[in-house]
């Protein structure tokens, strides 16, 4: 009984935690959305929706800000750290809705209001189109016992790969770096047809008016998914090394929908050591590469059995192999290696996996009607 009126008084303490029922702007909250995403853990998520339907709005946790404690941070450093990074989402969700990003989550509007009756009455939030899910809820995996089932999918998982591929080269072309490219970033629309990035808050950009608040780090994303040099500490961090790492995750992702595995996951079991335990006994990353490109090759020997169908292994396994490089420098197209925007990388990787599931299509037609 105690704690629940402890719980009760936390509540009406923080504003923002206590959203469900209320209306904020012209949009009625609703119910709260669970949310296991490490790196959005200072957010809460509620179903809103107004005259034009429903949205997801993204509130800044106040609570969480106030009562966590972070070893070698006071809880006011975690306080302004948490604040500037919703206020920088806040600003690349307007630059990526202001520039048409057709293949990036649509930021609708964002806002902050003080509600009456909290000792901590600040709502600080940002509105998105809601989408159906993640794209880890919706993909299929081989069962090997139907070809035609099996092709559908690979085909489905091509469409929707050639789309998020789409997202990524529109950040890259506005100077952004995604950063976080998962499963957990990937939101699906259109019943399962319409794929698009979310996710912003990890996102990279050097614009002035874009200043990223993790600057400083050469990753701030999820770290199962994270590329091998990031484990490392490197000293490179610019844009192109930013960019680097997206690309490598976008590879990461299409070994994901293949084997329900990510490459950093195969890499490690390749390994004498993991790449965190690795990095903490002090290795320098040149040093170890050779063993980590000894075990990457390995890898992709066993990823091409993951692919149904026969004629489209080679070319699926040549984006994995040139995306997933565990050498940043020669990650991306012989001949495109990473410039300024790394757009020749992700273009030729867009034309290659349009290629690819309009084949796949074609085959599917082929076998229905037989």
């Known amino acids: 009984m105690i704690n629940l009126v402890i719980d009760r008084i936390m509540k009406t303490a ?18 709260v959305i669970a949310n296991n995403d490490i790196t959005t853990q200072y957010s809460l998520f509620y179903n809103v929706e107004n005259d034009n339907g429903p949205a997801i ?8 800000c106030y009562g966590d404690k972070e070893e070698g941070i006071s809880r006011m450093e975690l ?7 919703f206020h920088y989402e806040t600003k690349v969700a307007e630059a990526c809705a202001s520039r048409h990003m057709s293949n990036v989550i649509r930021y609708i509007e964002s806002g902050e209001v003080d509600l009456d009756g909290y000792a901590i009455p600040m709502v600080a939030y940002i509105v998105y189109e809601l989408s159906e899910g993640k794209i880890g809820d919706f993909l299929k995996y081989s069962s090997k016992s139907d070809f035609v089932v099996d092709l559908r999918m690979l085909v489905e998982k091509l469409r929707s790969l050639h789309q998020v591929t789409k997202g990524v080269k529109q ?19 259109d019943s399962n047809s319409t794929f698009k990035l979310g996710a912003l808050h990890t996102s990279h ?10 600057s400083g780090k050469l990753y701030n994303g999820d770290l199962t998914f994270a590329p091998p040099e990031a484990f490392f500490a490197p000293n490179k961090r610019d844009m192109g090394s930013y960019y680097q790492i997206d690309t490598y995750m976008l590879g990461n992702l299409v070994v994901y929908y293949l084997t ?5 996951t195969l890499l490690n079991r390749h390994l004498p050591y993991t790449l965190k335990e690795w990095a903490k006994g002090g290795a320098d990353y ?49 001949g495109t290696f990473m410039t300024a925007t790394a ?28």
């Open 205 to 214: 950009t050097d614009q002035d008016e874009l200043q990223s608040p993790e």
């Open 171 to 189: 950040l890259h072309t506005n100077f952004i770096a995604h950063h976080n490219i998962t499963p957990q970033s990937v939101e699906v629309f």
């Open 260 to 264: 329900q595995l990510n490459m950093t």
């Open 79 to 85: 306080l302004s750290r948490e604040t500037t990074a």
């Open 57 to 64: 709005m993204k509130v800044l946790d106040t609570e969480k």
């Open 14 to 31: 923080f504003a923002s935690s206590d959203l469900s029922g209320k209306t904020i702007g012209n949009w009625k909250v609703k119910d």
């Open 343 to 370: 757009n020749a990388d992700l273009q030729r990787v867009l034309t290659k996996l349009d290629i690819l599931y309009k084949r796949g299509e074609r085959l599917l037609a082929q076998y229905n009607h037989r």
């Open 286 to 334: 040149q040093a170890v590469l050779p063993d980590i490109i000894n075990a990457f090759e390995k890898v992709l020997k066993n990823i091409k059995s993951c692919i149904c169908v026969e004629e489209l292994q080679e070319p699926i396994m040549e984006i994995i192999s040139c995306l997933c490089n565990p050498d940043p420098e020669k990650r991306g197209y012989p």
